[in-house]
């Protein structure tokens, strides 16, 4: 399982890098389409969706996102106002709604409320991966924080983990893991921090370390999120997509929370520090 979760991330890591380099926006764009149209289905059939419901979610979310990808009359970057509209409506969704749902272990039964929220958790996620290609260096290492988090849980908890972090949420994580993850990016800011911070004031570097942190925790509440629907759905992965991996829910789960908070903080606070 190790060697096939491996070799599956240098895959998707070398695609997605490609891809983010050399397309032209539009196409960049595209292509995330196809990745969120696997997302809505993994949703749909997570919340129990049935054939008819389930392409309609799909074909609402996608329709929602090239709806977006027209409004470039807004602006090219993450300043267009409908872009803002979602990022604040993930903001508000992961910083209130998405804590107080695990904490009192929700089991929404009802469809809409099941589709809005799958809205909420993918679109935003899919418009700050195309709208942050126009900074690749920036997206890259905002993704790295989650990508190191993630991967440093995942090994510290299988080697060490004893405490479980939320039991009835997801057994299998633990609070070493999450210690892991806080340490090894700690690491990764000390040495962006030596590399390309020389430059910065005492506030950026106390701004940087705020964005990181709240990166890394909104990256952790978006694992247990999406592990929590998959535990009522009696899922192990959301799909079987990616050797390793499960599906692309799986993959993004710790983005769904994290990303799109990230852009909008990087958008409105204007100092990326050490992610200049």
């Not at 329709?63 to 803002?84: C, M, P, T």
């Not at 991966?129 to 900074?135: D, G, I, K």
């Not at 479980?164 to 993850?181: H, M, N, Q």
Request: hydrophobic share 60%; net charge positive.
């Amino acid at each position: 399982m190790l060697a096939a979760r491996f070799i599956t991330a240098l895959v998707l890591l070398a695609v997605f890098c490609s891809a983010l380099v050399l397309l032209p926006n539009g196409y960049w764009s595209a292509a995330l389409l196809v990745a969120l149209f696997v997302a809505a289905l993994e949703w749909a059939q997570l919340v129990g969706y049935r054939s008819r419901m389930r392409l309609v979610f799909v074909a609402l979310v996608l329709a929602i996102a090239v709806a977006l990808l027209r409004q470039e009359g807004h602006g090219e970057s993450i300043a267009g106002k409908f872009d803002a509209f979602f990022f604040g409506l993930a903001l508000l969704f992961w910083a209130a709604v998405a804590p107080v749902w695990l904490a009192r272990q929700w089991r929404p039964r009802n469809p809409l409320v099941l589709g809005v929220t799958g809205g909420v958790v993918l679109l935003p996620t899919w418009l700050a991966l195309a709208r942050m290609q126009a900074t690749p260096t920036q997206l890259l290492l905002v993704l790295g924080i989650v990508w190191i988090a993630d991967t440093a849980a995942y090994v510290i908890g299988r080697r060490m983990g004893r405490r479980a972090l939320a039991r009835r949420i997801s057994p299998g994580k633990t609070w070493e893991g999450v210690i892991g993850a806080v340490a090894a990016v700690a690491v990764y800011y000390g040495l962006l921090w030596f590399i390309f911070g020389a430059e910065m004031s005492l506030q950026e570097a106390v701004i940087g370390v705020a964005m990181f942190a709240a990166v890394t925790a909104l990256s952790v509440e978006g694992d247990l999120f999406e592990s929590w629907m998959k535990r009522q759905a009696g899922f192990k992965d959301s799909g079987t997509l990616l050797p390793g991996h499960g599906g692309i829910l799986d993959r993004i789960d710790g983005l769904t929370a994290s990303l799109p908070i990230a852009a909008l903080w990087l958008h409105y606070l204007g100092r990326p520090g050490v992610l200049a």
